[in-house]
């Protein structure tokens, strides 16, 4: 079965640090998006890309960067790990021709 | 800009009752889709129910159901016969129907709790 997968699940870094989230979607979909979860905000969209190579800024993208290479991943690069970026990310995808997103199991990241 | 809201932070039910979880939300789109999502505590962000803005039909998923007023921007669900495994964080999102853009746009999500 197609799904979507995100690693690490849990994740402990320190102030500074540059840290990747892996995200891999196994459904050929062109859309993919990064969103963070925080209390009292719900998800806010970081970045998303319409196919490779494409990328774009969502409404909290400072401090992040993501690459679309190929169809399949779209990693999310933290360049330097603040306190405040301490979350759990989800990334999602969705085809052309739905308007339904499938989304990921999450990761934690805590930021020291 | 879209936005949404969920001004319920909390509701609690007792198992098997009905419980109805509010959404607003403001567009000067015509067309567009809502959803509702499912998280529970594994995190795990499942969909419960779409509705597509052009369809005056209530969008109904077996004991899910929704109440879309278009007119009031309101789209509410419905969970009947309330179930323990009901109890969870859910989501509203809006998604516009331009070909061109596939953001969703959340609510900051209602906690349900099911009470035995």
């Known amino acids: 079965d197609a799904e979507i997968t995100q690693s690490p699940r849990h994740k402990i870094t320190e102030t500074g640090r540059q840290v990747t989230l892996a995200c891999h979607q196994t459904?050929?979909?062109?859309?993919m998006f990064w969103y963070r979860q925080d209390l009292g905000h719900g998800l806010r969209l970081i970045h998303y890309?319409?196919?490779?190579?494409?990328?774009n800024k969502g409404e909290v993208s400072d401090g992040y960067s993501v690459s679309r290479s190929n169809t399949e991943d779209l990693p999310l690069t933290l360049e330097s790990a603040a306190s405040s970026q301490t979350s759990v990310y989800f990334c999602?995808?969705?085809?052309?021709?739905?308007?339904?997103?499938?989304f990921g199991p999450g990761t934690r990241l805590t930021v020291l | 800009a879209q936005t949404v809201t969920q001004s319920q932070p909390e509701m609690s039910v007792q198992e098997a009752e009905t419980v109805t979880l509010s959404c607003t939300y403001d567009t000067s789109e015509s067309d567009y889709y809502l959803f509702w999502y499912k998280q529970p505590p594994s995190r795990q962000m499942i969909l419960v129910i779409r509705q597509e803005a052009y369809k005056q039909q209530n969008a109904t998923e077996n004991r899910f159901s929704v109440n879309f007023q278009k007119a009031a921007k309101s789209f509410s669900l419905k969970i009947s016969d309330s179930q323990l495994g009901d109890a969870a964080m859910y989501f509203c999102a809006y998604r516009s129907a331009d070909l061109a853009t596939y953001k969703y746009i959340f609510g900051t999500g209602t906690r349900l709790k099911v009470l035995a």
């Open positions: 999602a995808s969705s085809g052309p021709n739905t308007d339904t997103q499938y």
């Open positions: 459904w050929n979909h062109n859309n």
């Open positions: 890309s319409y196919g490779v190579q494409d990328t």
